[in-house]
Structures are given as C-alpha cells and as structure tokens.
T-cell receptor, first 116, second 113 residues
Framework: GNSVTQMEGPVTLSEEAFLTINCTYT??????LFWYVQYPGEGLQLLLK?????DKGSNKGFEATYRKETTSFHLEKGSVQVSDSAVYFCALKIPSRGSTLGRLYFGRGTQLTVWP | NAGVTQTPKFQVLKTGQSMTLQCAQDMNHEYMSWYRQDPGMGLRLIHYSVGAGITDQGEVPNGYNVSRSTTEDFPLRLLSAAPSQTSVYFC????????????FGQGTRLTVV
C-alpha cells in the first residue's frame, strides 16, 4: 500500500539551529513527494515538492531531496527562525487511475517549536 | 483568486443535530476531499471526489455524507452529530495530475456537546 512515516514530534530548537525532520514512504509506482506546513490556526500550505528521483525541492530556506534508493524525503533547514514554528506534514501522491487518482497520503505531522 | 473557501470557521452543535460544512473552489480542480485533523492523528481522509457526480469513501467515512453536483462545490454533511466528531475539518482541492499539489481551505473547528 501507500503510506508515509515521519519522525515523531514535538521538535524544539533554538533560533539558528539546524533542522532535520525525517520522512520515509512506501508507494506503488513512482510517487511525487511533498512537504506541507501548517501555521497555528491556519490550513495547510505547500512548502516544497519533488516529482522524480534525485530532485531537490526548496523554498524559504527549506530543502528536501527525493531519494528513491532509501525511499526518503527528509526536510532540512540550516538556520531556523521563530517564525518557522509550525506543524510540518510529509505527503505523497501516486500517478494512477481509479480509486487512488489524485489522492494525497499524509504522515502524522511533526510539531516544530523554535525558541528565541 | 479565492482558492478554497470553507464555511463556517467555527461551529458548536448539540449531539444529534445535523449540519453541512460548505467547501467551494474556483480553480476548476477535478479532485476534492475532506479531512479531519485530531491531535496526534494527523489528517484522516473522510470522503473524496474525482469529479462532478463521483464520490467515494476515505478512511473514516462513518457519520458523514457528501455529494458533488458541480465542479466547484463539495459539501460535507454530518447526519447526526456525535461528540466523537469534534475536530477540525479541512477541505482540499487539486488537479489529478501526479505532481500537482493540493490547496487547502482554512478549516472549520467543530465542537459537538
């Protein structure tokens, strides 16, 4: 089946620390991979994505590389800010027809808190 | 461009009451879905639709109904509210293409007392 596993939170860091949030997946076929971010009281919004192996998605200083050999898509940022405090979701989407067409599969989310 | 609009943002219901959560998108997306978000559970798929007139069940469909009469609208109906349905509900839409992302509404915080 299709599923996403991401590291348990919460993650608490000081400002300017290095961030890694691990994400691994299981998928039928060749998925596209996404990171979404949810700020307090808001809906999810796309942070970055990668659609094929070895692609690197990047946005707002965050990066993630699509690693087919390890089925991973870990999120990294070199220097976090207080404003990065949010919940981060890893997700996959597979190219298919039928009942899974268009569906996103989400991990459980990782709460990040950054202290000044 | 409004994107995905959900109403209401907050709602309190009594056990046994029914209500409809509204969702509309203006991006002509084929795929629409409803999720509920509970602490420690992430996002769980309730129902989804791949186009007007086509709906299907997700992981947690019991107690909910949907219909898709137009491309734009995908309402979620709670038939007889229960305290277990207290949650934050999100509607999302996307094209069906493999590399395309979903766009989310701002959410509806529902409390059933």
């Amino acid at each position: 089946g299709n599923s996403v596993t991401q590291m348990e939170g919460p993650v608490t860091l000081s400002e300017e620390a290095f961030l890694t949030i691990n994400c691994t997946y299981t998928a039928t076929g060749y998925p596209s991979l996404f990171w979404y971010v949810q700020y307090p009281g808001e809906g999810l919004q796309l942070l970055l994505k990668a659609t094929k192996a070895d692609d690197k998605g990047s946005n707002k200083g965050f990066e993630a590389t699509y690693r087919k050999e390890t089925t991973s898509f870990h999120l990294e940022k070199g220097s976090v800010q207080v404003s990065d405090s949010a919940v981060y979701f890893c997700a996959l989407k597979i190219p298919s027809r039928g009942s899974t067409l268009g569906r996103l599969y989400f991990g459980r989310g990782t709460q990040l808190t950054v202290w000044p | 461009n409004a994107g995905v609009t959900q109403t209401p943002k907050f709602q309190v219901l009594k056990t046994g009451q029914s209500m409809t959560l509204q969702c509309a998108q203006d991006m002509n997306h084929e795929y629409m879905s409803w999720y509920r978000q509970d602490p420690g559970m992430g996002l769980r798929l309730i129902h989804y639709s791949v186009g007007a007139g086509i709906t299907d069940q997700g992981e947690v469909p019991n107690g909910y109904n949907v219909s898709r009469s137009t491309t734009e609208d995908f309402p979620l109906r709670l038939l007889s509210a229960a305290p277990s349905q207290t949650s934050v509900y999100f509607c999302a839409s996307s094209p069906t293409g493999a590399g395309t992302e979903a766009f989310f509404g701002q959410g509806t915080r529902l409390t059933v007392v």
